[in-house]
């Protein structure tokens, strides 16, 4: 096929313009995004119902709820989480589950229970969880005059902010076409309060019902009724709605003989609902939005864009503060320049190596020409298998850079090695490429036949390494194509008037056999009995290496802030939250740049867990990363001396890496019940287990209390007195301003009329407070109710399972699930089971052992499909653990930890030293044919050893300046550069002294190689 190609440049070229031209188009409207649109199956329940009990919720609403969607197809798991007024059941689905039918699903069971929960409950939000659901960027509004107005002015200013960003800042943003939904959080509402005139309702013989039942008489709405007027039909409305606070001051009824206004009764004031939650800029009162992008939104498009508007908002609104904050798209920015860094200094160090090896400039214009020219033609395979630029494909695209180097050297290396042979150009080109395609296919088959089982991964984390695996099997593809047709007809082209002086085949293998490769292989050759020795000892020093060096997730790197995880585990209001918090900012003053603080409930409809009142968020930005340990360090000692009951996690602030490839989990949940009940335990079956867990020295987690007050009614009394139950109800709601009678229609929302009371303490109210009998007299509240104080777990937790108490334990260490399960069955009256991410890392170390077994196995039967051999891919295999050791030993050395990352290193380095390796043995298998054994490994080394030593410069050449680097894009690559680094070294090594060692042993004898 080449030789027909070779003979038409015409319409290869025109071939492959084309095909640039193609990718040119398809990289502009390829979607840029931070990851893959990944649906994840996991489902969302967030159910609210105000002024409701954590007990009384979960046994009325959750538990009905949750029996009825355990009855889910392809449902894995299931838990809840029950908190005072609200809670969230979340759905783990199996990976591959059509969330879009398993939404339409969910939705069902639940309008089928519906009829069996309690009347005035909303309906159920069901939320369907995307990867693309993270947000892109967090933007802080600030007012800057708010401090200088009184208590008045600023009560109504809130409001008016409020209503401008709802209805004017989010609309905006949400107006851009990248923008997908905009969340917000940090405002306030307004409610109608109508406080009853106690002394004129009694004089008039009045009670609260009775003013709620006059509102509820002028609140109507009557719909539109067609009327016909001759050959013509209108429309005609009644409405009677109330719109405003005048009308409804303005009410007029008549009590016996007198015509009154509902003013005259009541005091009627448009107010701020209270607030159960607020957010904080540097200690200021903000608004929070919360960006997230369409899922083929352009990212780079979507920050322009954005920032223009910034710009209008801050020329427009010159009374206000915006900032930035959080912003992800600085990780795919970092993606985007390690591609352009590998494109640079790949393409200046070949064209370096190339120079000095060949002494001549066509070659390394002619590399220079291929790389960009297939990662243009990748773009276009990107599009037609409907893959995004992200993070993850990028990354595979920078990985197979090296790849194309490396393709591109040994087809022109091979090129000209045949001219120099005395073949013609043409001959030469066609035989260069023809002899090398068979071994850089293998080598780029046995390179996807290690990433590509990654898919197999279960969850999301396989789905991501589709990503990869794809980009680097296209990149892989648009390399060698290039390389097989568009180079040698390049250089067919280029070399046209080129003179290369030939050789003979005795001039060439006297050389090869004087040669100072020869002459430095025969030793190893001679005692390779002794290299073979060396092998074993090698993979026990990197053994060793391996147990020594650190291992995590992600290696250190710059973090830009840290995130503080505050529950104060006491039932505090939200100014004494508010007030800690600023006494923490205070304490903690000069070690932070900028603070955000969401504290107490968040209005996020997207939030993936309802936070209580008492709870809080603080993040804490700072451009000195090497303070982040020491604040770190300050917020848990000042917690602890001032309220050591708060329970309070911090740790940097995650990235994007950290969301994708982190979990949130704790190391090892129990999930603890009463043997007797099957219910959660109580206090008095769970202080034994406590007891021997704090003997035994586990660290440990118990879920938060709360202390709760409890309102019974005193039935007896209230008979006797004739007092209705609704009255009594009706006035508590009042007291506690609960007591919603209707709303106002005609404004942009719909604002509750509420029938409450003065704001006092409210011992105080109840002390005070009348409740009106059968007989129409007042009468004291307090003697038809019980007031008693009781503490029990903030949150209700649950499984598919069923109920259960939650126990964290913290300490990371092997065997701690059976050492528990032992303390359990020793505190008897207690049983449990297990999750966390002690189990999943678990089943993940066994996913990636089968993995790794089908790697291999993949990779043996590309090898012995290539050398028609059952013993010559073990020579080839060899060489991936000397690449490993040499890897671990460079990243022990360099201080460097075991990771992900580092991992992904070790993974191209073998694929390159494994490319090195099948070129030898290629060439040695091609030579043996017509000369001695010792003559063929001489004759390969010739053939082969420019090319190795090349591919392995120019990959460790481009490496070294990231080693150098400073910043989040270097210190992210670093690992990978050590492992890759160290691989090359110790694998360009082998593939010249160790394999032709071992393919002498397997083809010949002693006296073969003497």
């Given at each position: 096929m080449?030789?027909f190609?070779i003979?038409?440049?015409?319409?290869?070229?025109?071939?492959?313009?084309?095909?640039?031209i193609?990718?040119l188009?398809?990289?502009q409207?390829?979607?840029?995004?931070l990851?893959?649109?990944i649906?994840?199956?996991?489902?969302s329940?967030q159910?609210?119902?105000?002024?409701?009990s954590?007990?009384?919720?979960?046994k009325?609403?959750?538990?009905?709820?949750?029996?009825?969607?355990?009855?889910?197809?392809q449902?894995?798991?299931?838990?809840?989480r029950t908190?005072?007024?609200?809670?969230t059941?979340?759905?783990?689905?199996?990976?591959?589950?059509?969330?879009d039918l398993?939404?339409i699903?969910v939705?069902e069971?639940?309008?089928?229970?519906?009829?069996?929960?309690?009347?005035?409950?909303?309906r159920?939000?069901?939320?369907?969880t995307?990867?693309?659901?993270?947000?892109?960027?967090?933007?802080s509004?600030?007012p800057?005059?708010?401090?200088?107005?009184?208590e008045?002015?600023?009560?109504?200013?809130?409001?008016?902010?409020s209503d401008?960003?709802?209805?004017?800042?989010?609309?905006r943003?949400?107006?851009?076409?990248?923008?997908?939904?905009?969340?917000m959080?940090?405002l306030?509402?307004?409610?109608?309060?109508?406080?009853?005139?106690?002394?004129?309702?009694?004089?008039l013989?009045m009670?609260?019902?009775t003013?709620?039942?006059i509102?509820?008489?002028?609140?109507?709405?009557?719909?539109?009724?067609i009327?016909?007027?001759?050959?013509y039909?209108?429309?005609?409305?009644?409405?009677?709605?109330?719109?405003?606070?005048e009308?409804v001051?303005?009410?007029?009824?008549?009590?016996?003989?007198?015509?009154?206004q509902?003013?005259?009764?009541?005091h009627?004031?448009?107010?701020?609902?209270?607030?159960?939650?607020?957010y904080q800029?540097?200690?200021?009162?903000?608004?929070?939005?919360?960006?997230?992008?369409?899922?083929d939104?352009?990212?780079?498009?979507l920050?322009?864009?954005?920032?223009i508007?910034?710009e209008s908002?801050?020329?427009d609104?010159?009374?206000?503060?915006?900032?930035?904050?959080n912003?992800?798209?600085?990780l795919l920015?970092v993606?985007?320049?390690n591609?352009?860094s590998?494109?640079?200094?790949?393409?200046?160090?070949?064209f370096l190596?190339?120079?000095?090896?060949?002494?001549?400039?066509?070659?390394?214009?002619?590399?220079?020409?291929?790389?960009?020219?297939?990662?243009?033609?990748?773009?276009?395979g990107?599009?037609l298998l409907?893959i995004?630029i992200?993070t993850?494909?990028?990354?595979?695209?920078?990985l197979?850079?090296?790849?194309?180097i490396?393709?591109?050297?040994?087809?022109?290396?091979?090129?000209?090695?045949?001219?120099?042979l005395?073949?013609?150009?043409?001959e030469?080109?066609?035989?260069?490429?023809?002899?090398?395609?068979?071994?850089?296919l293998?080598?780029?088959?046995?390179?996807?036949?290690v990433?590509f089982?990654?898919?197999f991964?279960?969850g999301?984390?396989?789905a991501?390494?589709?990503d990869?695996?794809?980009?680097i099997?296209?990149?892989?593809?648009?390399?060698?194509?290039?390389a097989?047709?568009?180079l040698p007809?390049?250089?067919?082209?280029?070399?046209?008037?080129?003179?290369?002086?030939?050789?003979?085949?005795?001039?060439?293998?006297?050389?090869?056999?004087?040669s100072?490769?020869?002459?430095?292989?025969?030793?190893?050759?001679?005692?390779r009995?002794g290299?073979?020795?060396?092998?074993?000892?090698?993979?026990?020093?990197?053994?060793?290496g391996?147990?020594?060096?650190?291992?995590?997730a992600?290696?250190?790197f710059?973090r830009?802030?840290?995130?503080?995880d505050?529950?104060?585990?006491e039932p505090?209001?939200?100014?004494?939250?508010?007030d800690?918090?600023?006494a923490?900012?205070d304490?903690?003053?000069?070690?932070?740049?900028s603070s955000?603080?969401l504290i107490?409930?968040?209005?996020?409809?997207?939030q993936?867990?309802?936070?209580?009142?008492?709870?809080?968020?603080?993040?804490?930005?700072t451009?000195?990363p090497?303070?982040?340990?020491?604040?770190?360090q300050?917020?848990q000692?000042?917690s602890a001396e001032?309220?050591?009951?708060?329970?309070?996690k911090?740790?940097?602030?995650?990235?994007?890496?950290?969301?994708?490839?982190?979990?949130?989990?704790?190391?090892?949940?129990?999930?603890l019940?009463?043997?007797?009940?099957?219910?959660?335990?109580?206090s008095e079956?769970?202080?034994?287990?406590?007891?021997r867990?704090?003997?035994?020295?586990?660290?440990?987690?118990?879920?938060?209390?709360?202390?709760?007050?409890?309102?019974?009614?005193?039935?007896?009394?209230?008979?006797?007195?004739e007092v209705?139950?609704?009255n009594?109800?009706?006035?508590?709601?009042?007291?506690?301003?609960?007591n919603e009678?209707?709303?106002?229609k005609?404004?942009?929302?719909?604002i509750?009329?509420?029938?409450?009371?003065?704001r006092?303490?409210?011992?105080?109210l109840?002390?005070?407070?009348q409740v009106?009998?059968?007989?129409?007299?007042?009468?004291?509240?307090?003697?038809f109710i019980?007031?008693s104080?009781?503490?029990?777990?903030?949150?209700?937790?649950?499984?598919?399972?069923?109920?259960?108490?939650?126990?964290?334990?913290?300490?990371?260490r092997?065997?701690?699930?059976?050492?528990?399960?032992?303390?359990?069955?020793?505190?008897?009256?207690?049983?449990a089971?297990?999750s966390?991410?002690?189990?999943?890392?678990?089943?993940?170390?066994?996913?990636l052992?089968w993995?790794?077994?089908v790697?291999l196995a993949?990779?043996?039967?590309i090898?012995?499909?290539?050398?028609?051999s059952?013993?010559?891919?073990?020579i080839?295999m060899?060489?991936?653990p000397?690449g490993?050791?040499g890897?671990?030993g460079m990243?022990?050395?360099?201080?460097?930890?075991v990771?992900l990352?580092?991992?992904?290193?070790?993974?191209?380095?073998?694929g390159i030293?494994?490319?090195?390796?099948?070129?030898?043995?290629?060439?040695?298998?091609?030579?043996?044919g017509?000369?001695?054994?010792?003559?063929?490994?001489?004759?390969a080394?010739?053939?082969?050893?420019r090319?190795?030593?090349?591919t392995?410069?120019?990959?460790?050449l481009?490496?070294?300046?990231?080693l150098?680097?400073?910043?989040?894009?270097?210190?992210?690559?670093?690992?990978?550069?050590?492992?890759?680094i160290?691989?090359?070294?110790?694998?360009?090594?082998?593939?010249?002294?160790?394999?032709?060692?071992?393919?002498?042993?397997?083809r010949?004898g002693?006296?073969?190689?003497?």
């Amino acid at each position: 096929m080449l030789n027909f190609l070779i003979q038409r440049p015409v319409a290869v070229l025109m071939s492959f313009l084309g095909a640039l031209i193609l990718g040119l188009i398809v990289g502009q409207i390829l979607p840029i995004s931070l990851l893959p649109d990944i649906p994840i199956p996991r489902i969302s329940v967030q159910i609210s119902y105000a002024n409701t009990s954590a007990a009384e919720l979960e046994k009325t609403v959750v538990t009905p709820i949750r029996n009825q969607l355990l009855q889910l197809d392809q449902l894995e798991d299931l838990s809840s989480r029950t908190g005072n007024g609200q809670a969230t059941i979340e759905l783990f689905f199996e990976y591959g589950t059509n969330t879009d039918l398993t939404f339409i699903e969910v939705n069902e069971k639940i309008d089928q229970v519906m009829g069996r929960l309690p009347r005035g409950l909303e309906r159920p939000r069901v939320l369907k969880t995307n990867i693309a659901d993270i947000p892109v960027f967090f933007l802080s509004v600030v007012p800057k005059r708010l401090e200088s107005m009184d208590e008045t002015a600023r009560q109504a200013y809130l409001l008016e902010l409020s209503d401008f960003c709802r209805n004017v800042l989010k609309r905006r943003m949400e107006q851009l076409e990248e923008i997908a939904f905009v969340d917000m959080s940090g405002l306030v509402f307004p409610e109608l309060r109508i406080i009853p005139k106690a002394s004129v309702l009694q004089s008039l013989g009045m009670s609260e019902e009775t003013l709620a039942d006059i509102l509820r008489r002028n609140n109507l709405s009557l719909g539109s009724i067609i009327i016909q007027d001759g050959h013509y039909q209108y429309n005609l409305k009644l409405n009677a709605q109330l719109s405003n606070p005048e009308a409804v001051q303005n009410i007029y009824f008549r009590q016996g003989e007198r015509l009154l206004q509902l003013k005259d009764v009541a005091h009627i004031e448009l107010a701020r609902r209270p607030e159960m939650g607020r957010y904080q800029y540097d200690q200021q009162r903000a608004f929070l939005f919360s960006v997230r992008k369409k899922a083929d939104a352009r990212l780079f498009s979507l920050k322009e864009n954005f920032g223009i508007l910034l710009e209008s908002f801050k020329e427009d609104y010159p009374e206000l503060e915006f900032h930035l904050s959080n912003d992800q798209t600085r990780l795919l920015q970092v993606s985007v320049d390690n591609l352009l860094s590998s494109l640079y200094y790949g393409a200046f160090f070949a064209f370096l190596v190339l120079l000095i090896f060949f002494r001549e400039w066509r070659s390394p214009v002619l590399i220079g020409l291929a790389v960009p020219i297939a990662l243009i033609i990748a773009l276009l395979g990107f599009y037609l298998l409907n893959i995004s630029i992200n993070t993850i494909s990028l990354s595979g695209l920078i990985l197979g850079v090296g790849l194309m180097i490396d393709n591109s050297i040994i087809v022109i290396d091979n090129i000209r090695q045949q001219r120099r042979l005395g073949l013609p150009l043409t001959e030469a080109c066609v035989v260069g490429g023809n002899e090398v395609i068979r071994p850089l296919l293998s080598s780029a088959l046995t390179t996807c036949a290690v990433f590509f089982p990654l898919i197999f991964l279960s969850g999301t984390s396989g789905a991501l390494f589709y990503d990869q695996a794809v980009s680097i099997s296209v990149a892989l593809a648009a390399s060698l194509i290039t390389a097989f047709i568009l180079l040698p007809t390049l250089s067919r082209i280029f070399d046209r008037k080129k003179e290369v002086r030939a050789e003979s085949r005795e001039e060439w293998l006297h050389r090869a056999n004087t040669s100072w490769y020869a002459r430095s292989v025969d030793p190893f050759l001679k005692y390779r009995w002794g290299v073979l020795l060396f092998f074993p000892i090698v993979l026990w020093l990197a053994w060793l290496g391996f147990r020594a060096s650190p291992q995590e997730a992600f290696p250190e790197f710059t973090r830009e802030g840290l995130l503080a995880d505050i529950d104060w585990n006491e039932p505090i209001q939200l100014e004494e939250n508010q007030d800690r918090i600023e006494a923490l900012l205070d304490y903690l003053d000069g070690t932070f740049t900028s603070s955000s603080s969401l504290i107490g409930e968040q209005q996020f409809a997207l939030q993936p867990e309802a936070r209580n009142v008492n709870e809080a968020e603080l993040w804490l930005y700072t451009e000195e990363p090497e303070k982040l340990l020491g604040l770190e360090q300050k917020v848990q000692q000042w917690s602890a001396e001032h309220y050591p009951q708060a329970q309070v996690k911090s740790e940097p602030i995650k990235t994007l890496f950290d969301e994708i490839f982190t979990t949130q989990k704790p190391f090892l949940v129990a999930h603890l019940k009463s043997i007797q009940t099957q219910e959660r335990p109580t206090s008095e079956e769970l202080a034994p287990l406590l007891d021997r867990l704090d003997q035994q020295g586990f660290q440990y987690v118990v879920p938060p209390q709360n202390l709760e007050y409890q309102i019974r009614i005193r039935q007896d009394k209230a008979l006797v007195y004739e007092v209705p139950y609704d009255n009594i109800y009706h006035q508590l709601k009042t007291l506690f301003n609960i007591n919603e009678v209707g709303s106002l229609k005609g404004t942009k929302q719909l604002i509750p009329i509420l029938m409450g009371s003065e704001r006092r303490d409210f011992q105080t109210l109840l002390q005070a407070a009348q409740v009106r009998n059968r007989q129409g007299n007042e009468l004291p509240l307090r003697d038809f109710i019980e007031l008693s104080r009781s503490q029990d777990v903030k949150f209700l937790t649950a499984t598919s399972r069923g109920p259960s108490l939650d126990i964290q334990l913290t300490e990371e260490r092997e065997g701690l699930q059976e050492e528990v399960s032992r303390a359990i069955r020793q505190a008897g009256g207690l049983t449990a089971h297990f999750s966390g991410r002690y189990l999943e890392d678990a089943r993940s170390v066994r996913e990636l052992l089968w993995i790794l077994l089908v790697s291999l196995a993949l990779l043996y039967l590309i090898l012995a499909a290539q050398f028609e051999s059952l013993l010559q891919p073990l020579i080839v295999m060899l060489t991936v653990p000397l690449g490993l050791a040499g890897a671990i030993g460079m990243l022990w050395l360099s201080g460097q930890s075991v990771n992900l990352v580092s991992i992904i290193g070790m993974i191209v380095m073998s694929g390159i030293v494994v490319n090195d390796a099948i070129l030898k043995v290629d060439m040695m298998n091609r030579l043996s044919g017509m000369y001695s054994l010792k003559e063929a490994i001489h004759g390969a080394g010739q053939r082969r050893l420019r090319p190795i030593l090349m591919t392995s410069l120019t990959t460790i050449l481009a490496l070294t300046p990231i080693l150098f680097s400073e910043g989040l894009g270097a210190e992210l690559q670093r690992p990978l550069a050590f492992a890759v680094i160290g691989g090359l070294l110790s694998g360009t090594l082998a593939s010249l002294y160790f394999i032709p060692v071992v393919y002498s042993v397997f083809r010949g004898g002693k006296k073969a190689v003497r």
